[in-house]
């Protein structure tokens, strides 16, 4: 039965992957040349004082983002198309938690598939909570723990209503979703070594199939979650360093997988043979966020932030081909920070880039919003001068007001004094004028004579003249000798 299972996984997967790569192979050059030549920075947000760790699209509804903070801060976008002219608007940052302080770091968000309004959220300290976006109710899963036991990892099956943990001991907990009345009993299973599970997920054609991302013994499992009790992975992807992520593309005939050095590895799911390594820098550092690839929703491309050894070179955006594994384009980062996550919303149109403690907003270079957005602009500059000219009129009507009413015998008084002061202006100008353009044309002239002197001189100099004879002078012939 064990054997019968593998081999109708692995012949789904090399299936799926004949007709997936014959339909995909020219959509990787179609996106790359229309939708990644175009990015432009359209917007950025800074919801948090707080180091970024998590940002997640909701499936559906394309302009809507989730954020997930340091201290266990939650907010969500509504429209990552509205613009801030000056600062956040509060309007458009919906804060749903403040989080609990230090301890209370997001490590992951899950939007629920099935209810837009609903999304999982899971921090360090193991507290698994689903929230209500429209309403901010906050439903708890699973309680906050001591910190002997920290969580890093968190999915949600959704067809076997379950919902998997891993935490810094090699565990996966695989909890049934009381919320969609999944059934069965809370489970342990040791996956791997004592370590870090940093990343779960889950095939997208069978959901049975679960790949597991660990630290301590340098590599990614695959298992069939029908058969964890038996400790039998169905394979293991070494690596040389700690695995920060693990994801299946669109179809699931690939896998992508981060080291935490400069590895980046593309696996073929048929077979799981290594298609290609991709070396790029994008080192561990506690300080900032596990930096991930992920896949466009779309197409085989790979987004990616580097991180360099050297603190002054720039830092890029990497998309490479996830065919052959050969770079395709890059971005520069507006303003030269670390770049942890780059995804794609699920219409793969708009890029969000979560930098340490901001959210760079990526799309096509002259779409309608951006047009929009250049008209509203130019709308709100123009009305705010006109309401500050309006109120210099105010001023200005007020203080003549007062002076009007205060004497008329002086206003004639100062109509004729202007009169006399404009005509000797005048008189006063032409005689300027004159004696201006007279001096200024004597001026012209000894200018004009100085330089043609000089010119005349330069050239003469210039001529070859030939060397005079040297003559002796003879005195006149009745000139008398002196004694």
Not at 21 to 48: E, K, M, Y
């Amino acid at each position: 039965m064990l054997k019968e299972n593998i081999l109708r996984q692995i012949m789904v997967r090399s299936i799926s992957k004949v007709d997936s790569f014959a339909s995909s192979s020219d959509q990787v050059d179609i996106v790359s040349g229309i939708v990644l030549s175009n990015l432009t920075c359209f917007n950025t947000f800074q919801p948090f004082s707080n180091r970024l760790c998590c940002i997640r699209w909701i499936p559906k509804r394309p302009n809507s983002l989730l954020v997930g903070g340091k201290h266990g801060e939650l907010c969500l976008i509504p429209d990552v198309n509205r613009y801030t002219i000056s600062g956040n608007d509060v309007k458009n940052l919906d804060m749903i938690s403040e989080g609990i302080g230090p301890g209370g770091e997001i490590r992951e968000i899950i939007p629920d598939v099935t209810d837009n309004r609903n999304f999982y959220s899971l921090n360090v300290s193991g507290e698994l909570v689903k929230v209500d976006m429209s309403t901010h109710d906050i439903n708890v899963l699973q309680p906050q723990g001591d910190f002997n036991v920290w969580y890093a990892g968190l999915n949600v099956n959704f067809d076997k209503r379950v919902i998997m943990l891993g935490d810094n001991k090699g565990n996966v907990h695989m909890l049934p979703d009381s919320t969609r009345s999944g059934e069965g009993e809370r489970t342990k299973i040791k996956c791997h070594k004592p370590g870090k599970i940093n990343h779960i997920d889950f095939h997208p054609r069978d959901s049975n199939i679960m790949s597991t991302a660990a630290t301590a013994d340098m590599c990614v499992k695959l298992w069939d979650i029908r058969m964890l009790d038996d400790f039998r992975e169905l394979e293991v992807l070494p690596h040389t360093r700690g695995v920060n992520s693990c994801y299946f593309n669109r179809t699931g005939h690939k896998m992508v997988t981060t080291d935490q050095e400069n590895e980046l590895r593309i696996y073929s799911s048929g077979d799981w043979s290594h298609i290609a390594t991709i070396i790029h820098p994008h080192r561990h550092f506690q300080f900032i966020t596990n930096i991930r690839a992920e896949w466009h929703p779309l197409t085989d491309l790979i987004a990616v932030g580097n991180f360099p050894k050297l603190m002054n070179e720039t830092k890029l955006v990497n998309f490479f081909d996830g065919r052959d594994g050969r770079e395709i384009m890059v971005l520069e980062n507006p303003n030269n920070k670390i770049c942890s996550l780059n995804r794609f919303n699920y219409t793969g149109d708009i890029l969000a880039s979560m930098y340490q403690t901001e959210i760079v907003i990526w799309k096509q270079k002259g779409s309608p919003d951006e047009k929009a957005y250049k008209k509203k602009i130019i709308r709100f500059r123009r009305n705010r001068r006109n309401n500050q000219s309006d109120s210099d009129n105010d001023k200005d009507s007020e203080s003549g007001s007062d002076s009007d009413s205060s004497s008329d015998d002086d206003d004639d008084d100062l109509g004729k004094t202007k009169g006399k002061g404009k005509g000797k202006g005048k008189s006063q100008g032409k005689s300027q004028g004159k004696s201006q353009g007279k001096s200024q044309g004597k001026v012209q002239r000894k200018v004009e004579g100085k330089g043609t002197k000089k010119v005349q001189e330069a050239a003469t100099k210039t001529k070859k003249t030939p060397p005079k004879k040297e003559t002796r002078k003879l005195p006149p012939r009745n000139a008398k000798r002196k004694s």
